[in-house]
């Protein structure tokens, strides 16, 4: 049943927009270490990471972005020096280069906010903490004969490890996307993306935001401009594959493993130890 999901939705291979993507993620990653302070960049500050930083936040922006690919098809320093260039332009930093405006120096300084409290949050007992009381949530057994949320929640994400192997996004997608809940039955995926808001990836976010907006019903249906919207998304193919594991993850008796292995494994893509033999 697995190689069918895996068979429709495999990961593109290296290319150069793939490229361009990772050195973007890559830059954004450095731009919070590296970017300079006032309205002049000082000589030399695109140098002040070392060249294994540089190389850490490729591999790092490759695993976030669900790519496993081999080092030599990562994109170039020189690649990713352009893109930090292109955001300390967009920051409204840069001497009047660029427009600025109130709004985006509020969002700069939450954003820093943000990525401080994240230095000392460990994300993944976050995880855990809105995990952990979906065992408890009991579901309609004519939806849900599997059982709780949990085990719902830990199904679909082994439904999509078997996939998307090394996409943490997708992964956390999966694993995360029932967590509201615990919170509010009425309206668990709005209570869901504000419990989550700060401590996943953009891309993940939506996807949750979005994981039922494909489950269209009588009493819930799409409307053409909602679905025109979803399907001009870049994560709208990731959403259908989100949406057919969701429905797949209802197996009573499935043998998943336990929320503190499933974390691990998760860790285990943060310290990309899946990248060893490389």
Do not use: C
């Not at 895996?6 to 290319?15: I, K, W």
């Not at 996939?163 to 997708?170: A, I, K, S, W």
């Amino acid at each position: 049943m697995h190689d069918r999901y895996r068979n429709r939705y495999r990961l593109p291979s290296a290319s150069a927009r793939l490229r361009q993507q990772i050195a973007l993620e890559a830059a954004r990653r450095l731009f919070r270490i590296i970017a300079p302070k006032g309205d002049e960049p000082p000589p030399g500050w695109l140098d002040a990471a070392s060249d294994s930083e540089y190389y850490l936040a490729k591999r790092k922006a490759a695993a976030v972005l669900g790519h496993r690919i081999r080092p030599g098809d990562l994109p170039s320093d020189a690649e990713v020096r352009e893109q930090l260039v292109a955001l300390w332009r967009a920051s409204g930093t840069n001497g009047g280069l660029v427009e600025s405006s109130p709004e985006p120096e509020v969002d700069e300084r939450a954003e820093h906010r943000l990525a401080s409290l994240a230095d000392h949050l460990d994300r993944f007992a976050i995880y855990k903490l809105r995990l952990e009381p979906l065992e408890s949530v009991k579901q309609n057994p004519k939806y849900h004969p599997e059982g709780d949320a949990l085990y719902h929640s830990l199904q679909v994400f082994h439904l999509a490890r078997d996939v998307r192997p090394y996409d943490e996004e997708f992964l956390l997608a999966a694993l995360l996307h029932d967590v509201g809940k615990a919170i509010d039955l009425q309206d668990h995926v709005a209570a869901g993306v504000e419990a989550l808001r700060g401590t996943v990836t953009e891309r993940t976010l939506w996807l949750i935001e979005h994981h039922m907006d494909l489950l269209a019903t009588r009493e819930r249906p799409l409307s053409p401009r909602s679905k025109r919207e979803l399907e001009s998304s870049e994560f709208f193919e990731d959403l259908k594959l989100l949406r057919e594991l969701d429905d797949a993850g209802r197996v009573p008796g499935l043998p998943v493993d336990t929320l503190d292995e499933v974390v691990a494994y998760l860790k285990g893509l943060e310290e990309e130890s899946y990248l060893g033999s490389h």
